[in-house]
């Protein structure tokens, strides 16, 4: 603190040093209102940091699971399963006779039951290059198709975690047949159905829980062939009554509900701020009150009123680096703790990032409202009468 008082003494003058004395004479006044300020900074960068890596975690996953130019469906699925309406049954036929289509994939949203979990099963035919469909914790791309082709799943890593079972292992699925033991051979990031899922093969659905019919037909088109299917999708989803997604269409929708959630967190954020803020401006106010007399004798020896504003400036100014700066500098470490306790949860770690312009945003951010806190303190001071203060007690 008195390092802190030398370097805005050289800024500020010796009002510094005098607001210095005022917060050291109120200690654990001062001791509370730091330890605010540094809880709140310290949640705010470590959440913001959180926030921000859990976003790309998603990004990552739809990016890499969601994958297609085009996706046809009855209906907008359920925001829950993934479920929508069945599609006619002539669609398949209608869609492969169309050209410049590359691949057409079929999915199919089941519930299942697994021991006593509730999962979403998701049967697809996964066409194509093998490392396009699953963003995986566990496992390759080419190994989980072959495997899937064999009769093996892909299970989602929350489910993983829940059952304890992994790569190598199996899982239980009650079909028709009774209680089948699947092996798994890959674990993924998931986040239909909260992780909850088993991925498997169209042929194996079918000769285990029966499964038919389609939910949304992903549609891949040729090289240079885009706007030519897409008319051709335009054309015929308008005459059948469907719904026709492009893949820019899909991810706005899902940006727009990540989007939702982070403004929510944000106003979280803001919530904690306001709160540091109104506990910097009782401690200002408090010490001015325990000033009254102190000021008055000041203002007596010619201290101006600028100089008073700045004096209280100070000690805001003192009272933010000392639990701003900590704050700033333990939230990286809440932000790394947060994603390590994700792997409880996800069965994954969240991968953690290191972003010194959002520690410094925060720093910044939190010194603006530290500053804007003073102001009412200050010129409480600076309009103290004389008459009145001099006869404080």
Not at 63 to 69: K, M, V
Not at 280 to 285: A, E, M, Q, S
């Amino acid at each position: 603190a008195n390092r802190l008082a030398d370097w805005l003494g050289v800024l500020i003058g010796p009002e510094a040093r005098l607001a210095q004395k005022q917060l050291t004479r109120h200690l654990g006044r001062t001791t509370l209102t730091t330890g605010v300020l540094f809880i709140a900074m310290s949640t705010s960068a470590g959440m913001a940091g959180n926030v921000l890596d859990n976003v790309a975690n998603v990004t990552n996953w739809y990016s890499r699971a969601i994958l297609g130019d085009f996706f046809v469906r009855a209906s907008m699925p359920d925001l829950a399963t993934g479920a929508a309406a069945d599609l006619p049954e002539e669609t398949g036929a209608d869609l492969e006779k169309m050209s410049g289509i590359e691949s057409l994939d079929p999915m199919r949203f089941v519930s299942a039951q697994s021991g006593e979990q509730s999962v979403l099963l998701v049967v697809r035919d996964f066409p194509g290059d093998p490392n396009k469909f699953f963003d995986l914790v566990d496992g390759s791309g080419e190994a989980a198709v072959v495997g899937m082709r064999a009769g093996k799943v892909v299970i989602g890593s929350v489910l993983a975690e829940r059952m304890k079972v992994g790569v190598g292992d199996t899982i239980p699925l009650e079909t028709e047949q009774g209680t089948k033991q699947l092996e798994i051979v890959a674990t993924a990031n998931d986040y239909m159905a909260g992780g909850l899922t088993i991925y498997m093969t169209r042929q194996h659905a079918s000769q285990l829980l029966g499964v038919s019919g389609v939910d949304a037909y992903v549609v891949q088109a040729q090289p240079g062939k885009l706007q030519e299917v897409e008319q051709q999708l335009q054309s015929y989803t308008q005459t059948h009554s469907l719904l026709l997604q492009s893949y820019a269409d899909l991810v706005k929708y899902i940006d727009a509900m990540i989007n939702g959630v982070i403004a929510s967190l944000w106003m979280l954020l803001a919530l904690g701020c306001a709160i540091a803020a109104m506990g910097l401006v009782n401690t200002l106010t408090m010490n001015i009150l325990e000033q009254t007399r102190e000021i008055g004798m000041l203002r007596v020896v010619a201290m101006t009123r600028g100089q008073v504003r700045r004096m209280i400036f100070a000690q805001a100014t003192l009272l933010g680096a000392l639990g701003l700066i900590p704050g700033a500098i333990s939230g990286v470490f809440v932000s790394y703790a947060i994603g390590l306790s994700a792997q409880a949860v996800l069965g994954h770690e969240i991968a953690f990032t290191f972003r010194p312009g959002l520690v410094l945003g925060c720093l910044a951010v939190g010194l603006v409202v530290v500053m804007l806190s003073s102001l009412i303190p200050a010129e409480r001071a600076a309009r103290l009468r004389l008459t009145s203060a001099l006869h404080y007690e």
